[in-house]
């Protein structure tokens, strides 16, 4: 079956330390973000990668980090500078055939962090 | 930059009832794509539909279609038969030309039987 999986489904971090989220595609996607949803809010940009090897900040991308050395992965890296890390983070991807923006994010199920 | 408003937080329909969610959005762009997705309480997002700003012919799927109002910089969902299953929240999105996608807040559909 082709899709989006992300890794752990529920994490558990204590303060201090880096933790990191695995997404992994393999619907050929060229383009993968890293999203942040918290309560009652919308979803938020943290990073996202057109092609390998290369990824953009959004905007709320401080204290984390990503690495895209493989189409299919884009394992994002929630770090200790992140003050509140507590959230839902959603992992999506999109073909990108056209251009940037021009095609449809399809998600991954998710994964729920909580600091300890 | 851009902004997307969604002014119900809560609503409710009773069973194969229509219901329509209001979606507005500020931008200055000419050329851009809207969405609604779909988040169930198992909160995978799922895309209800989409649609292209410079196609003047409104998206429909199935039950779901769109009132996409260019000059009014308005796209609310039209839900028709609603269904115990579409019980969700509802996000509205908008993204222009540079992978930069926008979400409104939501707005929590409750479907009673």
């Known amino acids: 079956d082709g899709g989006i999986t992300q890794s752990p489904k529920y994490l558990f971090r204590k303060e201090g330390q880096n933790v990191t989220l695995s997404c992994e595609q393999n619907?050929?996607?060229?383009?993968m973000y890293w999203y942040r949803q918290d309560p009652g809010q919308g979803l938020r940009l943290i990073y996202y990668s057109q092609i390998v090897n290369d990824f953009q900040k959004g905007d709320i991308a401080e204290g984390y980090s990503v690495s895209r050395e493989k189409k299919e992965s884009f394992p994002l890296t929630v770090t200790s500078a992140q003050k509140n890390p507590t959230a839902f983070y959603l992992c999506a991807s999109s073909i990108d055939l056209l251009g940037p923006g021009t095609d449809t994010q399809y998600f991954g199920p998710g994964t729920r962090l909580t600091v300890l | 930059a851009q902004t997307v408003t969604q002014s119900q937080p809560e609503m409710s329909v009773q069973e194969a009832e229509t219901v329509t969610l209001s979606c507005t959005y500020d931008?200055?762009?000419?050329?851009?794509?809207l969405f609604w997705y779909k988040q169930p309480p198992s909160r995978q997002m799922i895309l209800v539909i989409r649609q292209e700003a410079y196609k003047q012919q409104n998206a429909t799927e199935n039950r779901f279609s769109v009132n996409f109002q260019k000059a009014a910089k308005s796209f609310s969902l039209k839900i028709s038969d609603s269904q115990l299953g579409d019980t969700a929240m509802y996000f509205c999105a908008f993204m222009k030309g540079d992978n930069d996608m926008r979400f409104g807040a939501g707005t929590r559909l409750t479907v009673k039987p």
């Open positions: 931008t200055s762009e000419s050329n851009y794509y």
């Open positions: 619907l050929n996607h060229d383009a």
